[in-house]
């Protein structure tokens, strides 16, 4: 497989893979495997397949969250990869048993200054998901998110409206 995501980038390849994999959990834990492994171009390609086979078959993800979290806390990490797991961790029932690291990390990247704008939407709305939860979160979600928008780029600005009026309802 990563002869094939190594082949070429374009939406086209990414869709032939995912039809690959399909519903079948084999076939994504290889990929899996590649899009967890240190081969920089292989992991940076696997992230698009696997957050499309993640939407496809949410159940797929399942057995990788804690995994793909711990991931997270590697150095050096392509964007791609960073940004794909933190859209999947957007969409996904987070387990009480990885939460508190997903609570760390979104804050980490929510206040870095080098972290992409996606990445910290993606963040933002993990927060949001989890206070659902944990609402003793809110307060200090709330005061990161606000500060962010206060110089923060149109998307910044807009996901974290959503999410501060989400998380007046929690």
């Avoid at 032939?16 to 240190?38: E, N, P, T």
């Avoid at 969409?91 to 990390?105: K, R, T």
Wanted: charged share 25%.
């Amino acid at each position: 497989m990563a002869k094939v995501l190594l082949k070429e980038h374009s939406k086209k390849q990414t869709l032939k893979i995912v039809r690959y994999v399909g519903s079948d959990s084999k076939r994504f834990a290889k990929l899996m495997h590649l899009f967890l492994g240190s081969e920089y171009r292989v992991t940076q390609r696997a992230a698009w397949a696997v957050r499309w086979c993640s939407d496809k078959n949410p159940l797929l993800i399942k057995p990788w969250l804690k995994p793909m979290v711990m991931n997270l806390t590697k150095p050096d990490l392509p964007v791609a990869v960073k940004r794909n797991s933190m859209k999947i961790l957007s969409d996904v029932n987070i387990p009480s048993s990885i939460g508190g690291l997903c609570v760390e990390l979104c804050f980490k990247f929510l206040r870095s200054k080098d972290e992409t704008i996606a990445v910290k939407v993606f963040s933002m709305s993990v927060l949001s998901s989890i206070c659902k939860k944990h609402p003793e979160l809110k307060t200090e979600t709330k005061l990161v998110i606000n500060d962010l928008m206060i110089e923060g780029s149109a998307g910044i600005q807009s996901r974290g409206k959503k999410v501060l009026k989400q998380l007046e309802k929690v």
